[in-house]
């Protein structure tokens, strides 16, 4: 199959570097990005603690990355999660997948650990291990300022802050101060690595079959997305667009996810971004860049996102933008997830609260959050206690507190509120990383549907979902944004492909390689969590017994019994037994005959 490069594997212990080829039967049947990185974890990891030397980290792209086609700057980084146990990725837009791509590889296998602080330095055909002991310490920003000027702006730089060098279990790696992915504690993966930093230069051309029918097809879907009628706004808000969608719908993660309505949001929606609004950033090779830049509360340069905004703001009981900013910088620079920082914040405030923790810390209150951040990004006093997320912190504490510990599989619940929408609690339930709105953001179908039916047809739609966003989108590995906020047509994708790798593909043949992955995913946590299955794809205990107080959705909570029928036909559809676990004949049918050994 054309359109691929190699395979990059570096042994971080004895500093070997091996180029190896791409099996078409690798590419048919996993496509790229999470696939690739499922597919290696599955053969090369298993039974190894997240942080020792034995774990791996991958930096995965796909068959459409870095080509001229809209939003294709993206990269999938994959590990097995400290955080949550399982299988855990992030999605990058960063330079680097570009340079690593124009350097010939598709995927690098980061392996080992160095005995010393690095950083590796991937120039085309030349890979160098090098001393990094000036750059451990130093925060994302001024680590990548060192880096850019010793390598140039435009060099492709992946790095961590102080975070995950401390081994935070939800630090994420940084790219162009502002790019983040990861959730997982990936951040973590490469510091208990000594890795520092990624630095790749590629000056290749990227292989595609026929390169006059791509640029004719980029070029129509760049214009395409410019004369869309969702453009302009989306230009002007980006995601910020959901707040007040949110706020109204009563799905903003506010209180520590015990409501869904913040009284402030006015205070700081979307047109109060635009009003603050400097500049714009974004990930390379897109036309619709969804990155604000306005002056955070210290007068500094600061970016903000939807899920930023609602768990640093209303989830903590925050109502000031350029305080939100201040805080999202900070996190940005110690290399903390956004997300899951805002949920440990709220569930120590909900603790100090209700009086399980001696110290006082109370909602919106910033300046205690500023110390907290450093806390947590060093991993002492306060911040010691959420180092591990929030499932831990709740299992030190005890005394019911896991009641408000939100999370799904140990990953922090992203900013939507689910007390009704019962489809998306789902979708956080299944989601194969934990609880990440990534792979189905169903909310939107839903609420503009039957929100509060629990019925079959809702989970096939979640399915659909997953197939198109967890499945196609993560393993063709470029940014969804253009398809799902100004409605870029799907049929755009197989062509694409078909462009790049010579192979026709239909979306009947991609779903099939999205369900592998999906049953790939879901073994691998079995496999290395003997205990797991059913009892892991509920969502926390608030949703389904502590309804919301005020809003549009007043008095709703999530139904444990209908939830319970929705799983059960959710793993009937998906071909999975009734304890959630793939069964022998949905494995055979999609190739994955090896599997059933180890998960029997
Ligand atoms: C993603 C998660 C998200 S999802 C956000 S905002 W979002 C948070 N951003 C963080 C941040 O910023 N700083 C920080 N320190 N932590 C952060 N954690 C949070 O991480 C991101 C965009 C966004 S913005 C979204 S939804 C889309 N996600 C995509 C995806 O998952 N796949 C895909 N094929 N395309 C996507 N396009 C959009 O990309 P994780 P990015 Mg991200 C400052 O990483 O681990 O997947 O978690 O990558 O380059 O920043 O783009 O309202
Ligand atoms: Fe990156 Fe946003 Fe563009 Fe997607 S839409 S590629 S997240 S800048």
Request: proline share 4%.
């Amino acid at each position: 199959m054309k359109g691929y490069g190699k395979l990059l594997r570096v042994n971080l212990s004895s500093g070997k570097v091996s180029k190896e080829g791409i099996s078409d039967t690798m590419k048919g049947d996993f496509l790229g990005g999470r696939g690739f990185a499922i597919k290696l974890l599955w053969d090369e990891v298993r039974h190894v603690d997240p942080l020792s030397e034995k774990n791996k980290i991958l930096f995965a792209t796909g068959p459409l990355t870095g080509q001229l086609l809209p939003s294709s700057g993206k990269m999938v980084i994959a590990s097995k999660s400290p955080l949550t146990g399982g299988y855990g990725d992030g999605n990058i837009g960063t330079m680097a997948s570009l340079h690593l791509r124009k350097a010939g590889y598709d995927v690098m296998v980061v392996e080992g650990k160095s005995q010393n602080p690095s950083y590796l330095l991937i120039e085309n055909e030349s890979v160098q291990i090098l001393d990094g002991s000036d750059l451990w310490g130093k925060n994302t920003f001024e680590a990548q300022d060192l880096l850019e000027k010793k390598y140039g702006k435009n060099s492709g730089i992946l790095l961590i802050g102080p975070a995950g060098e401390n081994g935070i279990r939800f630090s994420v790696v940084m790219s162009q101060k502002g790019r983040a992915g990861g959730r997982p504690g990936l951040g973590a993966v490469m510091g208990s690595k000594n890795l520092k930093a990624v630095v790749v230069k590629g000056t290749g051309s990227i292989p595609a079959a026929d390169e006059a029918k791509l640029k004719e097809l980029g070029r129509k879907g760049y214009d395409e997305i410019k004369r869309k009628e969702s453009y302009e706004f989306w230009m002007r808000q980006g995601t910020m667009q959901a707040f007040d969608w949110c706020n109204e719908n009563g799905c903003l993660p506010t209180y520590n996810f015990r409501e869904g309505a913040f009284e402030f949001s006015k205070e700081m929606d979307g047109f109060v971004l635009e009003k603050l609004h400097t500049d714009r950033k974004g990930c390379p090779m897109c036309n619709m860049q969804c990155g604000h830049v306005i002056k955070d509360s210290s007068d500094q340069r600061a970016e903000l996102d939807y899920e930023n905004v609602g768990m640093l703001g209303p989830n903590i009981g925050l109502r000031s933008l350029p305080e939100v900013a201040l805080l999202n910088r900070m996190a940005d620079e110690w290399g903390l997830d956004t997300i899951s920082l805002g949920s440990c914040i709220g569930f120590l405030m909900e603790c100090s609260e209700k009086g399980l923790i001696p110290e006082k810390i109370g909602w919106g209150d910033v300046e205690s959050v500023q110390k907290l951040i450093v806390d947590v990004g060093k991993g002492e006093g306060l911040g010691k206690l959420v180092s591990h997320g929030v499932r831990a912190a709740a299992e030190t504490l005890g005394n019911e507190s896991h009641r408000w510990a939100m999370h799904v599989k140990g990953l922090e619940i992203s900013a939507y509120n689910c007390h009704a929408c019962p489809g998306m609690a789902l979708s956080f339930g299944t989601s194969p990383i934990g609880a990440s709105h990534k792979d189905a953001w169903i909310i939107a179908w839903e609420i503009s549907t039957d929100r509060l039916s629990y019925d079959k047809e809702k989970v096939q739609k979640l399915i659909e979902f997953q197939r198109i966003r967890g499945g196609f989108f993560e393993s063709a590995t470029v940014c969804r944004f253009p398809w799902v906020e100004v409605n870029l047509g799907l049929d755009a994708y197989p062509e694409y492909l078909e462009a790049i790798t010579g192979s026709r593909m239909s979306w009947e043949d991609l779903y099939k390689i999205g369900d592998r992955i999906y049953h790939l995913i879901r073994a691998y946590w079995k496999r290395e969590n003997p205990q797991f299955g059913r009892g892991w794809d509920y969502p926390p205990d608030r949703w389904f017994e502590e309804p919301q107080t005020s809003g549009k959705v007043k008095g709703v909570k999530v139904d444990r019994e209908k939830y319970d029928r929705m799983l059960s036909w959710y793993y009937e559809l998906r071909g999975w037994d009734r304890n959630g676990i793939p069964l022998k004949e949905t494995l055979e049918d999609h190739g994955l005959e090896e599997v059933i050994r180890e998960i029997g």
